[in-house]
């Protein structure tokens, strides 16, 4: 754990045991970098197979600054670079780092924590695609829509391999 302003948090960084990436340094100069380590980390959270997609947004996020314990912090980039989601955990529900956090944001800022920042959005959106394609209005029912999903980050074709939970 880390300490900033007399506050303990969690640092975190992607590393293969020569490199590291982290949003990090030193106060007033922090940004997101990749450096050779000698360290090996503190916390091993996670292990996962180095894919192009996590290469593409690691160059996503380079020399990203502007950190922000609340809405741009080191788990958030880390969580993004393995998975694509903007979250740190640290900022969620009722824990310390959130309860810390909380009172000094405006009801503005609070809204924007774990929203994935404008500069990483891609510029194309995906159009609405419908949940259940073969599904069909029971008669009798009137003024009703099938289901749309409008909020999916790529197109989807359903196969006969797929199913639902419910």
């Keep these: 754990k880390q300490t900033i302003y007399g506050f303990k948090f969690r640092h975190y960084a992607l590393t293969d045991g020569q490199w590291m990436c982290e949003f ?17 980390p503190d916390v091993i959270e996670n292990t996962v197979r180095f894919t192009a997609d996590m290469k593409n947004r690691m160059q996503q996020v380079l020399g990203a600054s502007s950190y922000s314990l609340a809405l741009r912090n080191s788990e958030h980039v880390c969580r993004y670079i393995m998975t694509g989601s903007w979250c740190s955990l640290q900022m969620t529900g009722s824990t310390p780092l959130w309860r810390h956090m909380h009172d ?6 609070r809204k924007l924590v774990n929203v994935l920042p404008v500069e990483l959005r891609s510029e194309k959106q995906p159009s609405p695609a419908k949940i259940y394609p073969a599904w ?4 009798g029912w009137k003024d ?3 289901p749309i999903f409008k909020n999916h980050s790529s197109s989807w074709a359903p ?8």
């Design 144 to 146: 009703w829509e099938q």
């Design 24 to 40: 990090g340094g030193k106060k007033g100069d922090v940004h997101c970098n990749i450096r050779t380590t000698t360290r090996s």
């Design 136 to 139: 069909t209005v029971p008669q």
């Design 104 to 109: 000094s944001m405006s009801k503005e800022e």
């Design 159 to 166: 196969s006969e391999k797929d199913y639902n939970v419910l």
